[in-house]
């Protein structure tokens, strides 16, 4: 078996073209990545349910979750959230959309949520 030099794949005595064992690897590896994305939302109004912002998001694409941050005391809204998207592009056009906007009287932010236990970017 022959390696072509010039790209990731190689050739035996018939005319058929396979992969490389490594670009294999690198194939699967992207396959792995996720391709979702997790977004902050932070100054709700405490009286936004978790309906309206799932529907403020849904706007721009499908929702994989929407979770409100409650305080156990007292059961109520802490004024900030999660919402899960499973496209990146979608995503990106919420946070592009929706930071700054109004829902409810409040002016949200909306961000990309850090990874837990990731360093705080400055």
Do not use: H, W
Request: aromatic fraction near 8%.
């Amino acid at each position: 078996m022959r390696t072509c030099s010039s790209c990731a794949f190689f050739y035996g005595a018939g005319s058929r073209y396979e992969p490389a064992p490594l670009f294999n690897v690198f194939l699967e590896d992207i396959a792995k990545e996720k391709n979702e994305m997790k977004l902050l939302v932070r100054n709700l109004a405490r009286n936004t349910t978790q309906e309206e912002l799932s529907a403020a998001f849904a706007k721009f694409g499908s929702i994989q979750s929407c979770t409100l941050v409650m305080d156990k005391e007292t059961g109520e809204s802490k004024g900030f959230g999660f919402v899960e998207m499973p496209k990146v592009g979608d995503a990106k056009l919420a946070i592009k959309s929706l930071n700054g906007a109004e829902i409810d009287g409040a002016k949200i932010r909306v961000k990309k949520a850090e990874e837990a236990g990731a360093a705080p970017q400055e």
